[in-house]
């Protein structure tokens, strides 16, 4: 059975919810201080929370630090009733997007209602608090939750609802489930949500942090007894492309797409600089993986890197992606992979 607080966090692509016992089976201490250098969807962050270590996690893109202030960093702080009314109360807002994703990516209703919900959230919230994160958090996964496999580029099913042509949309339950979102009322689904957020936050008793800095920048400064790193993967889909809509939404804005660093051809030259950057951090645990083995980099060449610095291993782990799987793409070219010093 799923560990339920995961549920919590939001769906995104590459997450490692089914990986965390073989990534943390390599875990040289059982206590301490564990470094999420790329925090991403939350998963090994939430789960070091709950193993009872004090979590240092970082990520540049906002609607990972998103997470880690509404989850990892917060510890007694809750959605209430009041909070999800507050949703409601018509606000001034820019209709950014509706104006921007309408009917493609949201029906028209739907799009009203997120462009009130995120102009009431910054005018009822401090900037910076943990309620507002938390309600943000909220938006994140009621928007994943109304879109086809969690993604933005699949559009037929919105503009059939727009235009109310309803057989394609509910061609199948697991479709129909998400288009039936699209058009009900948003509350059923936020109160659902509120619970399911609610269950993942709890206290460890620790001083749990979250940072958006440049990775090498961070890993300069951090300390700690694990890192952790689970960089993108190289020459396979970018986060930013394939949540740029998000990152458009939160930032109020269209914004200048930056493809990270590790996601290019070149990604090698980044790794060996990141491992340079944490020389002072004890152990660390690498998590990779190639979408084609004519492509990214393959086991033993991540091993060999790593052998530079320190002593390691390597696991190959019997792991399929779920965004392939509903995507139609065929996994077996897919392959993961552990690569743990020792």
């Known amino acids: 059975m799923a560990w339920k607080k995961f549920e919590a966090l939001p769906g995104y692509f590459g997450g490692k919810r089914r990986l965390v016992n073989d990534i943390f089976k390599h875990a040289d201490k059982k206590e301490g201080v564990f470094i999420d250098a790329f925090l991403g969807g939350g998963s090994v962050s939430l789960w070091a929370k709950a193993k009872g270590y004090r979590v240092i996690t970082n990520d540049i893109a906002e609607r990972s630090c998103v997470v880690g202030r509404a989850i990892i960093q917060n510890s ?9 009314a507050r949703l409601f109360v018509p606000t001034k807002n820019s209709r950014f997007i509706e104006k921007n994703y309408t009917p ?53 099913d919105t503009i059939d609802l727009e235009n109310e042509n309803y057989d ?29 957020i609610n269950r993942g936050i709890f206290d460890n008793h620790q001083e749990n942090e979250i940072h958006q800095l440049d990775i090498f920048d961070f890993l300069k400064k951090v300390k700690g007894d694990i890192v952790y790193f689970d960089p993108p993967y190289p020459e396979s889909s970018a986060y930013e492309d394939e949540y740029y809509v998000l990152d458009c939404i939160l930032a109020e804005k269209k914004i200048k797409k930056e493809v990270s660093v590790f996601s290019k051809a070149d990604a090698k030259l980044f790794l060996e600089k990141m491992f ?9 645990i690498v998590s990779l993986g190639q979408t084609n083995p004519s492509t990214g980099i393959k086991p033993q060449e991540l091993l060999k890197m790593v052998r530079k610095f320190r002593k390691a291993e390597v696991e190959i782990l019997k792991h399929n992606w779920v965004i392939s799987n509903a995507a139609g793409r065929p996994q077996g070219d897919n392959i993961e992979y552990i690569v743990h010093t020792i």
Not at 173 to 196: E, F, G
């Open 276 to 284: 340079e950057c944490s020389l002072h951090i004890p152990q660390w």
């Open 168 to 196: 394609w949309p509910l061609r199948s339950k697991s479709h129909a489930q998400k288009s039936i979102r699209m058009i009900q009322h948003p509350l059923i689904s936020l109160k659902h949500l509120q619970a399911v």
């Open 104 to 156: 493609k990516v949201f029906v028209r209703q739907t799009a009203r209602f997120l462009d009130n919900a995120f102009a009431a959230i910054r005018k009822s919230t401090e900037p910076e608090s943990t309620k507002r994160y938390l309600l943000l958090l909220l938006l994140i996964k009621f928007i994943g939750g109304v879109r086809q496999f969690g993604k933005f580029t699949h559009t037929k």
């Open 76 to 84: 007694k702080i809750k959605i209430a009733d009041e909070d999800l």
